[in-house]
């Protein structure tokens, strides 16, 4: 696809097959996150994967719980309540890989360069027709020491982007975009 194709048909997919994604696609989307541009070149992204759906979904099982028991503690907590307690609701979507893009450093710009590496990863994800969601109420769960020392993540970093992929079932239709507020100066 041309650029603006690509721009113009991501969405976030929530309903995904059974078909697995394989290393080597996965080192591809991570290929493209790095390109994006960072801060003084620091460049402090990681990337954490997973594809092994049965402990996507159990992990998503966890946090959701965990999220529930906390929701007055935590912004995503409060915005999340009402799909939480949704018993058919599971936060990965039941996805085959489940993706974290992480921040190595606590630098300033750290956090909106880890976004930028997770905005490309997205937009070379939809280029070859695998669905992704940014899952952003999984954020305090996977960053809890607990979590992080479960996953095998280095204690120091900090999740800033849950993304799950997958082959979707169907592509969503756009919700369609708001006019630019432009303001010049």
């Not at 503690?73 to 996805?95: C, Q, S």
């Not at 937009?123 to 109420?137: F, T, V």
């Not at 979590?147 to 369609?176: F, I, M, N």
Request: one cysteine or more; glycine letters at 4%; charged letters at 25%.
């Amino acid at each position: 696809m041309e650029l603006m194709e690509v721009l113009e048909k991501r969405r976030a997919v929530r309903h995904y097959t059974a078909r697995s994604l394989d290393r080597c696609t996965i080192e591809r989307l991570i290929g493209a996150a790095i390109l994006a541009p960072s801060a003084v070149n620091l460049q402090p992204w990681a990337f954490a994967a997973l594809v092994d759906t049965a402990r996507i979904d159990s992990y998503a099982e966890r946090a959701g719980k965990w999220l529930l028991d906390h929701a007055d503690d935590v912004e995503e907590g409060k915005i999340g309540r009402e799909l939480l307690a949704n018993p058919g609701f599971t936060m990965f979507y039941h996805a085959p890989a489940l993706l974290l893009v992480l921040a190595q450093s606590s630098a300033p710009q750290a956090i909106e360069d880890c976004c930028l590496a997770a905005e490309n990863l997205l937009l070379a994800a939809r280029n070859e027709d695998i669905g992704s969601c940014w899952i952003g109420l999984a954020r305090p769960w996977l960053n809890l020491p607990s979590t992080k020392k479960e996953l095998s993540l280095p204690a120091d970093c900090h999740v800033v982007a849950p993304l799950v992929l997958g082959y979707p079932r169907e592509w969503p239709e756009s919700h369609g975009r708001k006019r630019a507020e432009i303001h010049w100066m």
